[in-house]
């Protein structure tokens, strides 16, 4: 299974302020998808990003607020933008197995739990 | 959309004894996941399920992929402390389609 480490592993952030959080994979892979995971909640899909074009964004989610960037294919940036206290939550990236076969195991980061006061 | 329940919410139980947990859609899934996140951790891939009736055991854990495709179940035999947590399903009804997440099963183990 693939490696990924994200970083921060936490922030404390004021709001109005932005983040970025970093999503570094062991192997190249073609999907990426960054998720929140909310107090006590599971998890909810934010976006997918693929190397070479635009994020796609689930639906409540947008550019503006959780900008992305895919470089290349080991790397991805998720930016959580003019924070708010509702955007408290744990932030996890995570890939599809590089080394399986379709349907691909889903493979999370250790996450980055950030707190806006 | 799809949803994904599972059930019980959450669980105490003594150390030894065995666990079971499900997980139902509404809607027919082609591949099941199931996963476990201690505080502080992102979620860890325990079992993946891809054919109807499969069961698939990791160690003590045994997981089976239920014949309507609507369902699945998660086991664990003589649970020890560290099987504290919480556990996840995740299903996808097509291949390219996202993974749906359930609300999760917090388990607690007593000494």
């Known amino acids: 299974s693939a490696v990924i480490s994200q970083k921060p592993s936490r922030d404390i952030c004021q709001r109005g302020t932005s983040l970025t959080i970093q999503c570094q994979v062991d192997?190249?892979?073609?999907?990426m998808f960054w998720y929140r995971q909310q107090p006590g909640q599971s998890l909810t899909l934010i976006a997918t990003a693929n190397q070479g074009s635009e994020a796609t964004y689930e639906s409540g989610f947008v550019i503006d607020k959780f900008p992305i960037s895919r470089p290349n294919l080991t790397f991805s940036t998720l930016t959580v933008s003019n924070m708010s206290p509702e955007d408290s939550s744990i932030y996890l990236c995570?890939?599809?197995?590089?080394?399986?076969?379709?349907?691909?195991?889903?493979?999370f980061g250790p996450g980055t739990r950030l707190t806006v006061t | 959309g799809q949803q994904l329940n599972q059930s019980p919410q959450s669980m105490f139980i003594q150390e030894g004894e065995d666990v079971s947990m499900n997980c139902t859609s509404s809607?027919?899934?082609?591949?099941w996941l199931w996963y476990k996140q201690d505080p502080g951790e992102g979620p860890v891939l325990l079992i993946a399920l891809y054919k109807a009736g499969e069961l698939t055991s990791n160690g003590r854990l045994t997981a089976q992929f239920g014949i309507t495709r609507k369902d699945s179940f998660l086991n664990i035999s003589a649970s020890i402390p560290s099987d504290v947590g919480i556990y996840f399903c995740?299903?996808?009804?097509?291949?390219?389609?996202?993974?749906?997440f359930g609300p999760g099963t917090r388990l607690s183990v007593l000494p």
């Open positions: 192997s190249q892979v073609t999907m």
């Open positions: 995740a299903g996808q009804d097509n291949y390219g389609q996202n993974f749906v």
């Open positions: 809607s027919i899934f082609n591949t």
């Open positions: 995570s890939v599809e197995d590089p080394a399986s076969s379709p349907p691909y195991e889903q493979y």
